[in-house]
């Protein structure tokens, strides 16, 4: 069975500093990836995905991913965060066979001003 | 309306009260899904429907009752339920199972509290 792990619980960054959450998965062929946020009292929204071809993805709100198959990793990235960025973020690997995603726990973002 | 709207979106209810959660999806989609989300712990699958067919029940107790009387509307009925119960629930459509690969689109949760 597929899964996600993401390592950070909580990460906090200065406003303007450059962001990376980490995500590794667990899955026996070519996975589908994807990042959703969460914000307070909100749903998850969809911020980037990965199915194939170029294996850095770019994502709405100015983030990127780039999907490394050697390290089983999917990490989130973005060069310079604002404060309306803190979030909940969640990193999902798509089954082929089922097409429910698995979700990691999630990683809380906190912003410094 | 645009996207995966619910209602209510806070539900306050005691135990022994009957209730029920909505939520409609303006995508034309054909999947949809209920999901549990407490504090501190995962994301839980509770029911998938694909074309108004239940397709997933992750083991919910039956005093969660979904409905589905067409694709784009989802229902939870509620009754009997336990202050453990208490979360943010959230719907979430896809284009249908083959086509989705797990992309999914939210509705933004109703928060219930058990009393």
């Known amino acids: 069975a597929q899964s996600v792990t993401q390592p950070d619980i909580h990460i906090t960054v200065s406003e303007g500093a450059s962001l990376e959450l980490r995500c590794n998965y667990s899955y026996g062929a070519t996975p589908y990836l994807f990042w959703y946020v969460q914000s307070p009292g909100q749903g998850l929204q969809l911020l980037l995905k990965y199915f194939s071809g170029d294996t850095l993805v770019q994502g709405i709100k100015g983030f990127e991913a780039e999907f490394k198959r050697s390290q089983s990793s999917f990490n989130l990235r973005k060069p310079s965060v604002h404060w309306s960025d803190a979030a909940e973020y969640f990193c999902?690997?798509?089954?082929?066979?089922?097409?429910?995603?698995?979700f990691g726990r999630g990683t809380s973002l906190i912003v410094h001003p | 309306e645009t996207g995966v709207t619910q209602t209510p979106r806070h539900l306050v209810m005691g135990m022994t009260n009957k209730k029920s959660l909505k939520c409609e999806q303006h995508l034309g989609h054909n999947a949809m899904y209920w999901y549990k989300q407490s504090a501190k712990k995962p994301l839980e699958l509770m029911f998938v429907?694909?074309?108004?067919?239940?397709?997933e029940n992750n083991s919910v107790p039956s005093r969660f009752s979904p409905e589905c009387p067409n694709s784009s509307h989802l229902f939870l009925h509620l009754h009997t339920l336990q202050p453990e119960d208490s979360a943010l629930y959230l719907c979430a459509s896809s284009q249908d199972r083959a086509g989705s690969f797990g992309e999914q689109y939210f509705g933004p949760g109703t928060r219930l509290t058990v009393t």
């Open positions: 999902a690997v798509g089954d082929l066979r089922s097409y429910i995603p698995t």
């Open positions: 429907y694909n074309f108004k067919e239940q397709t």
